[in-house]
């Protein structure tokens, strides 16, 4: 009886079905579009993406940022000049973590291909669907551990490491000067009224030496889950100020664009009550990807099965906390 090795199948049969998978999964790309690609300020500028997007050779990337010098001093004639030095902000250590799936047509369905290979090539694009929806999952988690110490966060997410989570009360300055806020003590809610509290919370934010910094000036995003789309486009498009029986003008239409999804609902381990105010210009936000979507096709030597496998490597993270306001929305007490 002849014994049954992947040269019974050949290279071309293998390589025939992998072509087969690939063209699978174009389709499942074209039939999920992935979210942090089109989540922009302004449309197609990636400047103002809420996830600057960035791709890494190696095994791991550093970020840490420097405050400005202070303001001139002045000098009298014949003096020395005034000396001053930037300080170093805290790190941000993006480690790559890696994902898999795979699905398998044993040798039976081999016997049975034309059966067989319609379910596997739906289950093979859903493997790549899957990936790309779990991009997005991954990416937007941040926000939905926005309130979350440090020591408690994922494996697939990287925060500003000066201890505090990322909407914090109390963030640590590096020259040990008065601790800053960008989140709400009393998570308030959405409203007209809030935001514009958000807005010069955002505005007024400093460096790690207390100096004032170009935040919140520019075009802003406007966070929510998809329970508060309503609220936050009636607050921001509205032509005159929403909710009141006087003319004055929005000032929040064309400045504040609102961002809708339900990644950060409560289905998926969010709130329908938080909202995160974010400058689009100054994002924090880091979408690191190691290594994109690789796809494999091959025969297992111990069972003759075709697997047709799926990975990625990549990270997530905010480099800062500056650039971002939030609130739980939801009255409570919040010291975090």
Known sequence: MAVETRATWGDGFIKGLAAKFAEVENQAEMGYSLGIESALGVEANKATRLFKEKTSDKAEERHISKTGVGYPTLTTEGSDYATDSRIPGYLAVFRFIKKTNSVEITEEEQEDMDNALADKMDVAGDLYKGMIMEFDRSAF???????????SLPADLTFYSDGAPLASVSHPR???????????????????????????????QKDD??????????????????????????????????GTSNNDMNVFDGIVTVMSTKLINADASGSDTAWFLIDSLYSPFIFYK????????????????????ISARWQVGNKNWRGVWASKGDNSAYNG
């Not at 995003?221 to 032509?239: G, H, Q, R, Y």
Request: glycine residues 6%.
């Open 290 to 309: 190691r290594r994109g979507i690789k796809t494999t096709t091959y025969v297992d030597p111990k069972n003759k099965n075709i697997v047709h496998d």
């Open 174 to 204: 590096k020259d040990g000067g008065t601790a800053q806020s960008n989140a709400s003590a009393t998570s308030i809610p959405l409203t007209e009224t809030n935001l514009k509290v958000a807005r010069q919370a955002l505005r007024r």
């Open 141 to 151: 988690s941040i926000f939905n551990y926005a309130f979350t110490a440090q020591a």
């Open 209 to 242: 030496r207390g100096l004032p910094m170009a935040i919140g000036s520019g075009r802003t995003i406007l966070l929510v889950p998809d329970s508060l789309e309503d609220t936050a486009v009636i607050i921001t498009k509205s032509k005159l100020r929403s």
